[in-house]
């Protein structure tokens, strides 16, 4: 049975996450001029490689499948708006994206990969060194992600594309880049003037608005469930 306490704080420390790395998503669109202008050495990637973009804040995966194709997953609203696949396999815009990540929805899809990067530069198999772990073998990693092509759960914490990555490289869905975010609100809950900082927030909210239940158990609950977590 699950807990709704715990997905209550999941859905919140999602939303932070998306909201703090907000400029992954404003950084570029794909299908924009800049992804035209830039040409990629693709006769240098492998079968079974993972392909990086680094953004602002965050760094997009995908695996390449040979003949200028990436599989990589991709939040999209449109999904869960239509069946059409003549819309859905265009090129995600940022709106479908940000309401895609909103909404939970996603798929690992194939785009090419100039739409994969849309102008970035392109890291190869750069998490082999970070995670320092062995990698499968390469025509495995690629089989792996064309078994899990489809409409897919996403969450920002549990389900992204670096998840969908990792255990197709391997073998475990990890995602650094979000444990170090859990990490970072950690040290932030730890932080005894985040207590304070939430009191006096809920005391002006009621000064503001008056005294209501609205803002008046928030007043009370964030600042007590911020001590007790501290």
């Known amino acids: 049975m ?11 420390l999602e939303k932070l996450l998306f909201i703090s790395n907000f400029k992954f998503f404003s950084s570029g669109a794909p299908g924009e001029d ?17 392909l990086e973009v680094p953004r602002t804040h965050l760094t997009h995966y995908g695996i390449y499948l040979g003949d200028n194709r990436v599989a990589h997953m991709m939040p999209d609203i449109l999904l869960a ?5 003549g819309l859905t396999q265009k090129v995600v815009s940022n709106k479908r994206l940000i309401l895609g990540v909103i909404g939970r929805v ?8 100039e739409d994969f990067a849309y102008g970035a530069e ?8 970070s995670l320092k772990k062995k990698a499968l073998l390469n025509e495995e990693v690629a089989q792996r992600a064309e078994k899990l092509l489809g ?7 549990w ?7 990792t255990y197709c490289r391997f ?7 979000a444990d170090k975010f859990c990490e970072k609100v950690k040290i932030i809950i730890r932080d005894q003037r985040s207590v304070l900082a939430s009191a006096v927030l809920g005391l002006a909210s009621i000064v503001c608005l008056g005294l209501a239940s609205y803002t008046t158990l928030p007043a009370i609950f964030i600042p007590f469930c911020l001590w007790m977590a501290g």
């Open 106 to 113: 996603a798929s690992i899809r194939v785009d090419t990969v």
């Open 151 to 157: 409409t897919t759960p996403y969450s920002l914490l």
């Open 34 to 50: 800049k992804a035209g202008n830039t040409l990629y050495e693709i006769n240098s990637f492998l079968r079974g490689d993972v």
């Open 2 to 12: 699950k807990n709704p306490v715990l997905e209550a704080v999941s859905l919140v």
């Open 122 to 129: 392109i890291l190869v198999n750069h998490l082999d060194r």
């Open 171 to 177: 073998g475990t869905a990890i995602s650094p880049q």
């Open 159 to 165: 389900n992204n594309c670096e998840h969908f990555v």
């Open 81 to 85: 708006l239509t069946d059409d696949k």
